[in-house]
């Protein structure tokens, strides 16, 4: 998944104005880079920006999503620990990307830590934070505790693909097979309105197919 497309959720790159020292031209280069998988020459176009201005916390933003996108999560590390350290751990956009960060390595317990501080400082009141946060929590074997702020997140946001698709994995991992045939039909009967940040609607319509499938296949056996 890519920081920048979740955290359009988030509104990553408008949230708090952070894009304000990084002209719309410039953005829009870098974004249709990215988009197009052109990761060196973004990285590149931001590189300028940073020698003219080695601080531009948008740009330290934009290195941290291409080397993310890229795999390369200890450079993006490099650059979201410098901006955070610019902003005393304070800043919820940084504190989320350093999260999901550490849930690219498996360190639930870590990115807890992260997530929780922009849960506070956002007052809850973000889905995407809610999502992620909910997830670590849930791989950290804090399962109940996990599904209920994935579930919160929806509450906020019933129209995030990813938050849907989170939600019946969870709900099918915990046998509550009857929720996750109403987040199912939830999917379908909005699915004009489902929107999808990080990957194509298909790729989501493909995997709750496959979870439906699951559940008749599964209900037709224990009935057998």
Request: hydrophobic residues 40%.
């Amino acid at each position: 998944m890519s920081i920048v497309a979740l955290g359009q959720q988030f509104t990553f790159l408008s949230c708090g104005n952070l894009m304000a020292h990084i002209l719309p031209s410039q953005i829009e280069k870098i974004e249709s880079l990215k988009e197009e998988w052109k990761f060196d020459q973004a990285i590149s176009l931001v590189n300028k920006i940073l020698m003219k201005d080695p601080t531009n916390e948008d740009a330290l933003l934009q290195i941290a999503d291409i080397q993310y996108r890229q795999g390369e999560i200890e450079k993006a590390e490099k650059a979201i620990d410098f901006y955070n350290s610019r902003k005393s751990d304070k800043d919820p956009m940084g504190l989320y990307i350093k999260g999901v960060l550490e849930m690219e390595k498996n360190l639930w317990h870590e990115a807890k830590k992260y997530l929780g501080k922009a849960l506070d400082l956002t007052d809850y009141g973000n889905h995407e934070i809610l999502r992620c946060y909910g997830l670590a929590e849930y791989w950290y074997g804090n399962r109940e505790k996990g599904v209920k702020f994935v579930e919160n997140a929806f509450e906020i946001n019933k129209m995030d693909a990813e938050v849907i698709y989170n939600l019946v994995e969870l709900y099918l991992l915990e046998r509550r097979f009857r929720k996750a045939e109403k987040m199912i039909k939830h999917y379908f009967d909005n699915h004009k309105d489902i929107k999808a940040f990080d990957k194509d609607i298909t790729f989501y319509d493909s995997k709750i197919n496959l979870f439906q499938k699951f559940i008749k296949n599964y209900i037709s056996l224990q009935s057998s």
